[in-house]
């Protein structure tokens, strides 16, 4: 069975810090990999997926197989990055979540 | 483009009633899927499906849960004798032929049932 595990809830970190999102998943074939993100009164939309190795707006995300992890990394964090944040994995055409991380950046 | 539409954007249902939401896919779009959301989790695929044809609906729940794309007209999820434990969000994308993962998002149903 799938399964992604984003174990942190809530994250606070200030303008100007690093900030990263854990997730795990657990999938016996090929993984594809997503991280979602849904902004304050906005709908839920793709930031990044693994397979196109991209940076949108300064993130990135490492597909690490041996510790089934993509984690979302941003070495600074802006006001605007505040949202919440989704992994997901997908299998064929559907998508599996995790529980979401809501990011709080402080001034 | 005006994107995936979804309404109504809350529902407030009496327990036994029906409920009915729409979603409107983007132009161009062929695709769509359901998801819901209960509180505290992450979003749960429940159907997909093409015009006039459910190609999936692993997620749905057995019994009172119904979804249909017809030729004309937008997508409907409809939940007959709704019960407390249907509260949730429910979200509907879209996506082109052969985009596997392309999703649009619409902004969600929040039902609440009382």
């Known amino acids: 069975a799938q399964r992604v595990t984003q174990p942190e809830k809530l994250l606070s970190v200030f303008k100007g810090a690093p900030v990263e999102l854990k997730c795990n998943y657990s999938?016996?074939?090929?993984?594809?990999l997503f991280w979602y993100v849904q902004y304050s009164r906005q709908r839920l939309q793709l930031l990044l997926r693994?397979?196109s190795r991209e940076s949108i707006k300064g993130f990135t995300a490492d597909l690490n197989k041996g510790e089934t992890s993509f984690h979302l990394k941003k070495p600074f964090a802006q006001e605007e990055d505040s949202a919440m944040y989704y992994c997901?994995?997908?299998?064929?055409?559907?998508?599996?979540f995790g529980a979401g991380t809501t990011v709080t950046v402080r001034a | 483009n005006a994107g995936v539409m979804q309404n109504p954007r809350h529902l407030v249902r009496r327990r036994g009633q029906e409920a009915r939401l729409r979603c409107s896919p983007m132009?161009?779009?062929?695709?769509v899927y359901w998801y819901r959301q209960l509180p505290e989790e992450g979003l749960k695929f429940m159907v997909y499906?093409?015009?006039?044809?459910?190609?999936?609906e692993s997620g749905m729940p057995k019994e009172r849960f119904s979804a249909e794309f017809p030729k004309e007209g937008p997508s409907i999820l409809r939940i007959q004798q709704v019960v407390r434990g249907d509260s949730a969000a429910y979200f509907c994308?879209?996506?082109?032929?052969?985009?596997?993962?392309?999703?649009?998002f619409g902004s969600g149903t929040r039902l609440t049932v009382v």
């Open positions: 693994h397979i």
């Open positions: 132009k161009g779009h062929s695709h």
């Open positions: 999938y016996s074939g090929s993984p594809e």
């Open positions: 997901a994995l997908g299998n064929d055409y559907k998508l599996s």
């Open positions: 994308a879209s996506s082109r032929e052969g985009d596997g993962y392309g999703y649009t």
């Open positions: 499906l093409q015009k006039e044809n459910i190609i999936d």
